[in-house]
């Protein structure tokens, strides 16, 4: 009795496939150009995922600009807590991450690593995100009757192509620091291993996180590359483990706009790959020159 | 009370809602690509009634409107002005003398728009005012509380009389269809502005939501279309409000074509009122030419 139980249940379910969406606006959108690939990890298909198309780049881009100003305007504080929040969910579907990752072709070990170092690393941008400022701001010596300060503003919207090899790690140590100043991003997933990307995802939209401030895009980045490096909106470009020839015709598409390029090549397991001046790579420095008296014989003035 | 007497002299038909909605839908389904795409974006601009109606505006404000109207978008030749500027009749005047020698109209909205309540005797001045200063246009708006009192005959005489009026300016009768409350009375609103003299009719101040909707149009473009069957004279359309992406324009363009033909495809006869619009076309027309992507801060602020 108890045998055949098992056995029914084993055999009359079918399993429901989860499909893997990009996610734009807010929303999970499949993309508008109808098509789709099959990356494959030791000859089996992680099923099918969505195709980005230019079309999709341009949608993304509107939803980053139209969400910028108002994730920018918000407190510091606020940013912090709603990256924090991020890593809590993230911890909450650890589970999920393990076994994408371990689908997607990486070790167990490795796998497990790399999801514990995603939460921290989103911890520390979030520590980060109302300290940054005191740190890279200055107050700097004129020679005449000015109050003059330099303070970061974020660049608007950053252009993201993930790590190829490193899909949750690297995709969050370069969305992490990004949003934290107030920027807000298109990131294109791995093409081989967009599942956790996704599943990145939807993490986002249950944290607080205001729909448009992170927009995750499957796809080519062959196809993609010229029209978001020449797109007169995108305001910068972080790339991570292109080789160099793509890197090259990024960076000379770019040129058209005078577009900040970031290429990080590196280990993002590493201690040092998480630090503050990830975040000060997609600020602009802005300063101020502010009139005053001088009220004081000693020369101390404001 | 009389209204169905008053709707038979008009002889308006029933509106049937669902197959209007299906119908306007269907305009949506036609692909305009590259050589076609780029004329009708230019008919586009050239259709366009610049806007500014609000309680804030300033010489300034209608100066600079003037001089964006002119001067559309310079770095890129051959593009076509736009049809007239929307201004309240204080500044028609002012609106006239910036565009001397241009070739473009001036529009004035008058009897006391938005909300159209006041006597005859000031709607009348307010007109009388707005054609003494140079208005080639003007832009009035209905008596809703009258006509959803069925005091179409009042409506009626309303019209007649600022169309008399009007002298040698062409008369825009806004129906403000988010006011009417069905397709019904916008039919009938639309049969009785025709019949009153109205060279235009036109859907909405701007100032009420919703606007111009492609279903709304339809009905309007039908009356039209029915009143030139009967006796073979053209009056002219003009949805306002809420078109500001160059697609959504392109399809109103397709509808006006396939529901009264080619003679109306012409900025005598159509127009979009807006602001956003001039904008979002350039950048289309801008895409187009330089197969990049645009952004909005790189165009005129209107």
């Known amino acids: 009795m108890t045998e055949s139980n098992e056995n029914s249940g084993k055999s009359d379910r079918l399993e429901v496939l989860k499909t893997y969406k990009m996610y734009i606006d807010g929303k999970f959108p499949r993309t508008e150009s109808a098509r789709y690939y099959q990356p494959v990890v030791d000859g089996t298909s992680l099923g099918n995922v969505c195709l980005a198309s230019r079309k999709d780049v341009r949608n993304s881009v509107v939803a980053a600009r139209s969400a910028q100003s108002a994730w920018a305007r918000r407190t510091a504080y606020n940013r912090a807590q709603i990256l924090y929040r991020i890593a809590e969910m993230l911890e909450g579907r650890s589970q999920q991450f393990l076994d994408e990752l371990l689908r997607q072709g990486v070790e167990a070990e490795s796998a497990e690593t790399q999801i514990a170092k995603s939460i921290d690393r989103l911890i520390y941008y979030a520590g980060w995100c109302d300290k940054y400022q005191q740190v890279f701001s200055s107050v700097n010596p004129v020679a005449s009757s000015h109050f003059n300060f330099s303070t970061l503003e974020p660049v608007g919207v950053v252009f993201v192509v993930a790590s190829r090899d490193c899909p949750l790690l690297g995709l969050i140590s370069l969305i992490a620091p990004v949003i934290a100043s107030g920027n807000t991003c298109v990131v294109l997933a791995s093409e081989n291993s967009p599942l956790s990307a996704i599943t990145f995802a939807e993490v986002l939209a249950t944290s607080d996180v205001p729909g448009g401030v992170v927009n995750i895009l499957t796809g080519r980045v062959e196809e993609l590359s010229e029209h978001f490096s020449r797109h007169l909106d995108v305001n910068a470009i972080a790339c991570d483990g292109l080789g160099a020839e793509l890197d090259t015709m990024i960076k000379e598409f770019a040129s058209e706009t005078i577009k900040r390029v970031k290429i990080y090549n590196q280990d993002w397991s590493a201690e040092a790959a998480a630090n503050p001046y990830l975040i000060q790579d997609f600020c602009e420095v802005k300063t101020t020159w502010h009139p005053i008296e001088q009220i004081t014989e000693s020369g101390a003035s404001y | ?302």
Not at chain 2, 261 to 286: E, H, T, Y
């Open chain 2, 1 to 302: 009370m009389n209204q169905p007497q008053i709707a038979r002299v008009f002889n308006s038909p029933v509106i049937d809602q669902v197959g209007v909605v299906e119908r306007a839908k269907r305009f949506t389904t036609r692909s305009i690509k590259s050589e076609a795409k780029m004329q009708g974006l230019e008919m586009v601009l050239s259709m366009i009634d610049l806007t500014t109606l609000e309680g804030m505006d300033t010489e300034g404000k209608v100066k600079q409107l003037c001089y964006k109207a002119q001067h559309l978008h310079d770095s890129i030749d051959g593009l076509p002005t736009v049809a007239a500027i929307c201004v309240y009749p204080n500044f028609v005047g002012l609106a006239k003398r910036c565009l001397a020698g241009s070739g473009i109209n001036v529009a004035s909205v008058a009897t006391a728009f938005p909300s159209g309540n006041s006597s005859l005797e000031i709607k009348l001045a307010d007109v009388s005012m707005a054609v003494s200063e140079g208005a080639d246009e003007i832009d009035m708006v209905i008596s809703r509380g009258r006509f959803h009192r069925g005091e179409y005959n009042f409506v009626f005489d309303e019209i007649a009389a600022v169309k008399a009026a009007c002298g040698e300016a062409r008369l825009k009768t806004i129906l403000e269809t988010g006011e009417l409350g069905s397709l019904d009375k916008v039919r009938l609103a639309s049969d009785i502005a025709i019949a009153a003299g109205a060279d235009f009719i036109k859907t909405s101040t701007g100032k009420i939501q919703p606007a111009a909707t492609m279903p709304v149009t339809l009905v309007m473009l039908e009356a039209i279309r029915d009143h030139f069957q009967k006796t073979g004279l053209m009056v002219g359309m003009k949805p306002a409000g809420g078109i500001s992406k160059s697609k959504l324009a392109l399809h109103y363009l397709i509808m006006v074509k396939e529901t009264l033909g080619d003679a109306w495809l012409d900025p005598k006869w159509f127009r979009f009122g807006a602001s956003s619009l001039a904008n979002d076309v350039l950048m289309q027309i801008a895409k187009q030419r330089t197969g990049a992507y645009q952004a909005a801060n790189y165009f005129a602020i209107d």
